[in-house]
C-alpha cells in the first residue's frame, strides 16, 4: 500500500500564493506519476490540475491554472510540489494528492483545503 502526506494549503486573498507538498511512502516504485487533482464543492467531480512523472517530465496541466501554477517534483524523496500563484477565487477547493504506479492502480492522499477569498 502507499500512503500520501500532503500539507500546505491555506487561507490567501485573491492574486497571492500558496504551496501544496505531498510525499508518498511505502510501496512505492521507480516509474509512477504524482500530482494534484481537486474538487471545488463536495458535490463536484475531481479535476486534474497538474500530474508530473519520476522522470520528472509534466504530463497533464489544467488549462485555467497554466502560467500561474508550477508542479515540480524530487523523484530522490517521492514528493511533488504545487506552487500556486496569481490564485484566484475559482482556484478554492479541495486539492488532493495523487500516485500512481505505472502498472498500478490510483492512490489518493486526505485532501488539503485551499481557500482564496477577500
Known sequence: ???LVASGGGLTQPGGSLNL?????????NLYTMGW???QTPESQ???VALINS?????????????RFIIS???TKNTVYLQMNSL???DTGIYYCYYKKTWGPDHWGQGT???VSS
Request: proline share 0%.
Open 1 to 3: 500500500q502507499v500512503q
Open 21 to 29: 507538498s505531498c510525499t508518498a511512502s511505502g510501496s512505492t516504485t
Open 37 to 39: 487533482w481537486y474538487r
Open 46 to 48: 475531481r479535476e486534474v
Open 55 to 67: 522522470l520528472n517530465e509534466v504530463t497533464a496541466v489544467k488549462d485555467s491554472v497554466k502560467g
Open 73 to 75: 517534483g524530487d523523484n
Open 88 to 90: 484566484r477565487s475559482d
Open 113 to 115: 483545503q485551499v481557500t
